[in-house]
């Protein structure tokens, strides 16, 4: 008998295409370079995210995460992206549109990460107006939502390229780093 996980059911591609890069969900196979760009970019990407389990980075882990992205899928609750740059196919970071509500609120939540050697290259702004695109006109959501914290001026200076607007402060909104941090909020309604 054979068990057919989750995440490899078959389903359709979802690939979505920017300027300079291209966007899927994660799959089994990414697990390596995955790895390999977080560690590697570890020190940058630690100040702005989630304290890292101990074994984030193993195989089973990455198994782990890509079991419950499906189920996110599955719901309609979130579409998780990893980026790719076109030129060479390289993985890059994640973006990804979560807290999809639907009903009267028909909105989502954005947030990414990209690894440090691409960084200040205009990749993430490239993903991130792809997102955009694909909520508006994909999902046909009314409105997105991003955050960061107030020191993360490079995440603050691209989403109002993006066409947020900075529409408010939460004081210890997320557990970052180990720490309740204060969050400046952004958000946007779909163009009519």
């Given amino acids: 008998m054979t068990v057919l996980l989750p ?13 300079e890069v291209y966007l899927r969900p994660p ?10 760009l977080r560690a590697k970019s570890r020190p940058f990407l630690e100040p702005w995210e989630p304290t890292w389990p101990e074994h984030d980075l193993t195989r089973a882990a990455f198994r782990a995460r890509l079991s419950a992205y499906a189920r996110e899928l599955e719901l309609g609750e979130a579409y998780p992206f990893f980026i790719f740059r076109r030129a060479d196919d390289a993985l890059i970071g994640a973006v990804r549109l979560f807290h999809v509500r639907r ?3 028909q909105t989502g939540s954005i ?12 990749y993430m702004r490239d993903a991130v107006e792809v997102v955009i695109r694909f909520a508006f006109k994909g999902l046909d959501l009314h409105r997105l939502e991003a955050a960061c914290m107030p020191e993360n001026q490079a995440s ?4 109002l390229k993006c066409g947020f607007l900075e529409e408010g402060y939460a004081p210890a909104y ?3 780093n180990g720490g309740w941090r204060d ?10």
Avoid: C, N, S
């Fill in 111 to 122: 947030g990414y990460w990209i690894g440090q050697p691409f960084t200040r290259q205009g």
């Fill in 183 to 192: 969050h400046r909020l952004f958000g946007m309604v779909a163009p009519e």
């Fill in 103 to 105: 009903g009267v609120a």
């Fill in 27 to 36: 799959r089994p196979g990414d697990h390596r370079p995955w790895a390999t």
């Fill in 156 to 159: 603050a200076a691209l989403l």
């Fill in 7 to 19: 995440f490899l059911k078959p389903r359709p591609r979802l690939r979505l295409e920017g300027r």
């Fill in 174 to 176: 997320l557990k970052i």
